[in-house]
């Protein structure tokens, strides 16, 4: 069984920077999609970036040129480092994944927010930004 755990969560002032990593254990083979997703209470979940199996990355418009996605195999770990922080990207911060499914669309199944193809989903890391 798949498990993903979040980490590098935070509290930070506006223009900061975070770190997020997401590591995988019960990983038997490379995915077809790993992406990042954040949800403020009361509105719905949304996809912030994606890499797919190839290495192909995809990013939201709001966070394009501010947060970068990135991947060690060898460590099974993901990685989101979020610069130049706003209010707005107050949210939890949660880690998805699918496997064994290379003809499901990675960017189109995470920017269009269809949360309910993904797979595997770990509890979430709070990302907490003051002006």
């Known amino acids: 069984q798949v498990r993903l755990v979040e980490s590098g969560g935070g509290s930070v002032q506006s223009g900061g920077s975070l770190r997020l990593s997401c590591t995988a254990s019960g990983v038997t083979g490379t995915s077809d999609c790993m992406a990042w997703f954040r949800q403020v209470p009361g509105k719905a979940r949304e996809g912030v970036a994606s890499?797919?199996?190839?290495?192909?990355?995809y990013y939201a418009n709001s966070v394009k040129d501010r947060f970068t996605i990135s991947q060690d195999n060898a460590k099974h770990t993901l990685y989101l480092q979020l610069n130049s922080l706003s209010p707005e990207d107050t949210a939890r911060y949660y880690c998805a994944a699918y496997f064994d499914n290379p003809g499901r669309d990675c960017r189109v199944t995470v920017l269009g927010n269809f949360v309910e193809f993904m797979d595997y989903w770990g509890n979430g890391t709070l990302v907490t930004i003051s002006s």
């Open positions: 890499i797919v199996g190839y290495g192909g990355l």
